[in-house]
């Protein structure tokens, strides 16, 4: 096996995929709200929120344990409804050389899926390929969802 993977993964939701684009292009501060149990914390570091360049902090629970993780917004892209993000400093740079993650939601009538795209180079061969990441965050897109879906 290389260094290098992708990972993707993706999960129907009921809720409003724009809404959903919308939270994770200018809203990502608001999503401790609705997943606490994942996501403790999320700061705007520099930059404006919803602006590529801006750089956020996370504090978040993976595998048990409190992480943080500061990104860069790497990418937006409103045709396509995705945000790209591109890690630059945190827990997860213990284990990967560069880590990439982009979420992207297709709209067609009342169907939105959500698809998260992982992009990493792992430091060495025993560093595993980030599945449990992954479940963190289809289990923080249901979150998500069924706080809209509360909402509505």
Not at 35 to 41: A, F, V
Not at 71 to 82: G, H, P
Not at 124 to 140: A, F, G, I, R, S
Request: hydrophobic share 35%; glycine share 6%.
């Amino acid at each position: 096996m290389g260094l290098s993977g992708k990972l993707v993964s993706e999960t129907n939701i009921k809720s409003d995929g724009d809404v959903f684009h919308e939270i994770f292009r200018e809203r990502p501060h608001h999503i401790p709200n609705m997943s606490p149990d994942l996501i403790q914390n999320c700061d705007l570091h520099h930059g404006e929120w919803g602006t590529v360049g801006s750089v956020i902090f996370w504090n978040y629970t993976h595998d048990g344990k409190e992480r943080v993780s500061k990104q860069t917004i790497e990418a937006i892209d409103e045709e396509k409804k995705s945000v790209t993000f591109n890690l630059v400093e945190g827990d997860l740079m213990e284990l990967y050389k560069t880590f990439k993650a982009t979420v992207h939601v297709d709209t067609v009538g009342e169907d939105n899926l959500v698809t998260w795209t992982f992009v990493y180079e792992k430091l060495n061969e025993d560093v595993p390929d980030p599945h449990t990441l992954m479940e963190l965050c289809v289990k923080m897109t249901k979150d998500i969802e069924s706080h809209h879906l509360t909402d509505a």
